[in-house]
């Protein structure tokens, strides 16, 4: 199983960006996706996670302006991020734990640069 990350980039401060972690392979359902990120010279820390049920869970800095969700039909997961501030200017990981043929497994993807600036 590798998961790919995509949709950082450069935006203003105010702006919004959805981030994209998708699953390839044989990962058959989901038990939990979870968006880290690290800043440079930061911990990494967590943003957001959802279970397979749906149930959510946010840092507060990012409450009420990021929302996580799953994709309906794929193993995927989506970080939509709204009134995007500096300080979240950071590299974003998608982890999954997954259930696949041959058991439960836990993946992290290469991660996405997300800038906030003017």
């Known amino acids: 199983v590798q998961l790919v990350e995509s949709g950082g980039g450069l935006v203003q401060p105010g702006g919004s960006l959805r981030l994209s972690c998708a699953a390839s392979g044989d990962a058959s359902s989901i038990n939990a996706m979870t968006w880290y990120r690290q800043a440079p010279g930061n911990q990494r820390e967590l943003v957001a996670r959802?279970?397979?049920?749906?149930?959510?869970q946010y840092a507060g800095s990012v409450e009420g302006r990021f929302t996580i969700s799953l994709a309906n039909s794929n193993i995927a997961a989506y970080l939509q991020m709204n009134d995007l501030k500096p300080e979240d200017t950071a590299r974003y990981y998608c982890n999954a734990d997954l259930m696949r043929g041959s058991g439960r497994g836990t993946y992290w993807g290469q991660g996405t640069q997300v800038t906030v600036s003017s």
């Open positions: 959802i279970n397979g049920g749906g149930s959510t």
